[in-house]
């Protein structure tokens, strides 16, 4: 008992300590400029908009909040474009300044990135190796970190119901309220998911969710009652899905007819409908650490929408899939290279809208069906 105490004590204060000096660190390097390079400025200026009764999707108000900060003149303007929803963690933002937001910002997101490897090293059965480690240098989630974007909160929330949808289904379903950050990103998931609770008469996961999104939306009236409105009129005015993004659906659309947007929606279609076969014919068997996994690869590399930092959810898949090479002596190389390749880029300050990274979210996905011997859906359900 008394080593545990002390072993629980040591690694307090090492983390009591490593938090010190992050602050101390990012406090020395880091100002309101550094603030102002960052997709990171995009929620400090909606913070504070919406902590000053302002539109925090305004396009106007956002640009000078912006160029006061640091932006210059010619950079292109950053507003976010996450719904409503999102505005629930951003209002802490417009209580301080750029830099000590960023502080802030940046040490929740490194405290989420390590609470969802720590929880995928229990999922896989607290293993001896330190594969897990592997998280903190998977290039999305370090792409990340330095935008500053929402990508691993997207990531927690995947993690926590992986981790609790089994044990205590109300928090798992509460957990996804994270995923509602970029729903575009899960819509082969979400389809997937209701047949599945409807299977399984696992209800407290809608009742978690809903939950957690109707506690959302009342915060989120509580300082803006008009935000649903602001946000879709900043979706129709903004022209989002006129920007070519790196993703295979907006290649496809470049490809064949730039103006029909339709085309550009057309995969994560494709993708519905074959998760749906998917789900049917192995409903019987389904794990979401096996067969969910495969689900969310697809689901993110048909996204209609997306950047390199949203494939920071495709930790558990890829990591799943090192431990299966463990288990099946198959060896890990190719994850190297994928990962080194990608590593390289980012490192090479090879920017987010870059076509280079059109070949992630295969190249994900190809690891997973290499390291699972393309038969994930029949191996021992690692859930827990």
Not at 32 to 56: C, E, K, T, V
Request: charged residues 10%.
């Amino acid at each position: 008992m008394k080593k545990n105490l002390f072993r629980d004590l040591a690694a307090a204060a090492i983390v009591a300590a490593g938090l010190c000096f992050a602050v101390i660190f990012y406090s020395h390097v880091l100002s309101d400029y550094n603030a102002s390079q960052r997709d990171f400025i995009s929620y400090w200026a909606a913070g504070q908009q919406l902590m000053h009764g302002g539109n925090p999707y305004d396009f106007e108000a956002i640009r000078r909040l912006e160029r006061a900060a640091g932006r210059e003149d010619n950079q292109l303007l950053l507003v976010m474009r996450n719904p409503p929803v999102a505005l629930v963690l951003v209002f802490p933002l417009g209580l301080v300044s750029p830099k000590t937001g960023l502080i802030f910002w940046l040490l929740t997101l490194l405290a989420c990135l390590s609470l969802s490897i720590r929880i995928l090293w229990l999922l896989h059965g607290r293993p001896k190796n330190r594969y897990h480690l592997f998280g903190y240098i998977f290039a999305p989630v370090l792409t990340c970190l330095m935008a500053g974007q929402f990508g691993i909160f997207l990531l927690l929330g995947i993690v926590l119901f992986l981790y609790f949808h089994q044990s205590r289904p109300f928090l798992a379903g509460a957990a996804l309220m994270l995923c509602a950050l970029k729903p575009h990103l899960f819509l082969p998931c979400a389809a997937v998911l209701l047949l599945w609770v409807v299977r399984q008469k696992a209800y407290q996961i809608l009742a978690g969710l809903s939950a957690a999104l109707l506690a959302s939306y009342a915060l989120t009236f509580c300082f803006d009652a008009y935000a649903w409105s602001q946000y879709s009129q900043m979706i129709h005015t903004g022209r989002a899905l006129n920007e070519v993004v790196p993703t295979l659906s907006a290649i496809l659309r470049l490809l064949i007819d730039r103006r029909a947007v339709w085309l550009q929606f057309l995969p994560q279609a494709v993708a519905c409908g074959w998760a749906l076969w998917y789900f049917t014919t192995r409903r019987n068997r389904w794990s979401w650490m096996e067969q969910g996994l495969l689900l969310l690869l697809v689901s993110v590399m048909c996204t209609p929408y997306g950047w390199f930092t949203d494939e920071s959810v495709l930790l558990p898949a890829v990591l799943a899939g090192l431990y299966r090479t463990a288990d099946s002596r198959r060896s890990p190389l190719p994850l190297g290279l994928i990962a080194g390749i990608a590593l390289i880029e980012m490192l090479a300050g090879v920017q987010m809208i870059s076509p280079f990274y059109l070949w992630t979210t295969p190249a994900w996905l190809a690891w997973y069906l290499y390291a699972t011997g393309g038969e994930n859906m029949g191996a021992k359900n690692l859930a827990a």
